[in-house]
């Protein structure tokens, strides 16, 4: 079946430094990937998409690109903020019923 | 007002008792979603319904019913809680369309503590 595979966390890093956070993916046809963020103590939010290979999501400084060829959706920032402190979730979009497949979360710390 | 609302926003309870947490939303959606969130465990869901009249379990329904009394509204109910049902719980909705739609909406979670 469907499936997602992330980076373990936590991951600290200092202010000002370059972030990724890996993902990888199981699926068959074409899903959509998905990128969202938990900020402490709230619900999940839309961070990114892309819907097609190539595709780049992009939103708030953070970046993934829809890689076929090796089924990954890796999220990156060029110069993360203490403020980008948060759990990043990997999801996908099952061609099946169009439900949500979750990764597992990575912790992002980020230390001024 | 937020797009889902989630009540309450924490709860504390005894085991064995019944507690219902609430869910209502203003996108529209026909698709919601129960979902359980533990340290470390990512989400899991609980139960999802396409509309009013289509039900389904999740991978851990197991403990949990659910209500859909409108397309707004979708009731989740632990009939005898305990202590290992204490988690943050999320409800979510979405517009299901083709290629995941605009993703899913969340609530910002209700913490539920089983004494």
């Known amino acids: 079946g469907d499936s997602v595979t992330q980076m373990e966390g936590p991951v600290t890093l200092s202010e000002e430094a370059f972030l990724t956070i890996n993902c990888t993916y199981t699926?068959?046809?074409?899903?959509?990937l998905f990128w969202y963020v938990q900020y402490p103590g709230e619900g999940l939010q839309l961070l990114l998409k892309a819907t097609k290979a190539d595709d780049k999501g992009s939103n708030k400084g953070f970046e993934a690109t829809y890689r076929k060829e090796t089924t990954s959706f890796h999220l990156e920032k060029g110069s993360v903020q203490v403020s980008d402190s948060a759990v990043y979730f990997c999801a996908l979009s099952s061609l099946s019923n169009y439900q949500l497949i979750w990764g597992a979360g990575t912790k992002l710390i980020i230390k001024p | 007002d937020a797009d889902v609302t989630q009540t309450p926003r924490n709860r504390i309870t005894k085991t064995g008792k019944r507690i219902m947490l609430e869910c209502s939303q203003t996108k529209g959606h026909d698709r919601m979603y129960w979902y359980r969130q533990d340290p470390g465990l990512g989400l899991r869901l609980i139960y999802y319904?396409?509309?009013?009249?289509?039900?389904n379990k999740g991978e851990i329904s197991d403990g949990y019913s659910v209500s859909r009394q409108a397309q707004a509204k979708f009731s989740l109910s632990l009939e005898s809680a305990i202590p290992n049902q204490t988690a943050l719980y999320f409800c979510?909705?979405?517009?299901?369309?083709?290629?995941?739609?605009?993703?899913?909406?969340f609530g910002s979670g209700t913490r539920l503590t089983v004494v």
């Open positions: 699926a068959t046809g074409y899903p959509s």
């Open positions: 979510a909705t979405s517009d299901g369309g083709v290629a995941g739609g605009r993703g899913y909406t």
């Open positions: 319904s396409f509309d009013v009249k289509d039900i």
